[in-house]
């Protein structure tokens, strides 16, 4: 009879040199266990935070568009203060656009964007693209003056009963409101 013997086997056995590893059959290659799970959970804690802020991009433009808005009318209305001279928001809510003029009709220059007009354009403005003028309602026109003391006019000059300006990106709403007499600027 034959005297068959197997050489025992030799499990976990390796070693390292320098920072590769090596076993019986020369180096090995690839990731352990560990390194994967912590490759996987890097991963999942990146998606986690990257997606709902892919989400919300349509809500944190029209907050945005919203706080502009409010600082350009009440910008307006402290210029017809300061000045003592009427001032101007038009609105063109089919060209999602606005401007702010002065009592002659002459769109004021942008105060921070030198060489440029007050014209706010939210389709060609890649900050905004994503927010729409649905409507404006001064008293059924589409403009508001602001008079010596900071009081809202309409377009027809007379004292401004109701200025509403809804905006809306996606599914997200928001509503600016001028108070008459006042001229309080408000988002609801």
């Known amino acids: ?29 690839g990731f352990t266990l560990v390194e994967l799970l912590i490759v996987i959970a890097i991963i999942s804690i990146a998606a986690l935070t990257a997606i709902p802020m892919m989400s919300s991009a349509a809500s944190m433009q029209i907050r945005s568009a919203a706080n502009m808005l409010t600082a350009d009318l009440e910008y307006a209305k402290s210029m017809a203060i300061s000045r003592a001279q009427n001032y ?9 656009s606005y401007r702010i003029e002065d009592q002659y009709g002459n769109v004021l220059p942008h105060p921070v964007k030198k060489g440029f007009n007050y014209v706010i354009d939210f389709k060609n403005d890649g900050r905004l693209k994503k927010v729409d003028i649905v409507s404006v309602d001064f008293d059924s026109t589409s403009e508001v003056k602001f008079d010596y003391l900071g009081s809202p006019y309409n377009g027809n000059s007379t004292p401004l009963n109701n200025g509403v300006i809804n905006l809306q990106a996606g599914s997200t709403t928001t509503i600016i409101t001028v108070e008459p007499v006042t001229g309080y600027v408000s988002i609801q």
């Open 1 to 29: 009879m034959l005297n068959l013997t197997y050489p025992q086997a030799r499990l976990g056995c390796s070693y390292f040199k320098g920072n590769d590893r090596y076993n019986l059959r020369g180096r090995i290659r």
């Open 88 to 96: 101007s928001v038009i609105f063109d809510a089919s060209a999602e």
